[in-house]
């Protein structure tokens, strides 16, 4: 399972606010790392637009990511940063070459 949380760092806020995102996001990742089922991650900061930056974990399945941002280290020390991520949809699924992907079928049965 792949997360891509982005966030928007207002340029006017100058280099001062971008290098205090860039640590804080940093804290939020190694928070992170820290939990079971955390796979590999890492951070940028977009080429064109100086003021967009991503983190991108992979995790080995929802659940683990889930249990994670229940942790009490995650809660004091990423979920501040996560919480000014833009509001989109961040978790997706592998979609490698032979993998089953999930369908939207309903899951009950009728």
Partial sequence: MI???????????????????????????????????????????????????????TWEHVGAYRRALSAYDVKLHAVPTLSRALDEPSAYEAAEPGTDLNTRDARSIP
Avoid: C, I, K, M
């Avoid at 190694?30 to 100086?50: C, F, I, Q, T």
């Fill in 3 to 57: 997360v891509v949380n982005r966030f928007r760092v207002p340029a006017g806020d100058g280099s001062q606010a971008a290098a205090s995102f860039r640590a804080d996001l940093q804290r939020a990742h190694e928070a992170l790392a820290a939990r079971p089922g955390y796979l590999a991650g890492h951070l940028g900061r977009n080429v064109d637009d100086p003021a967009l930056w991503v983190l991108v974990t």
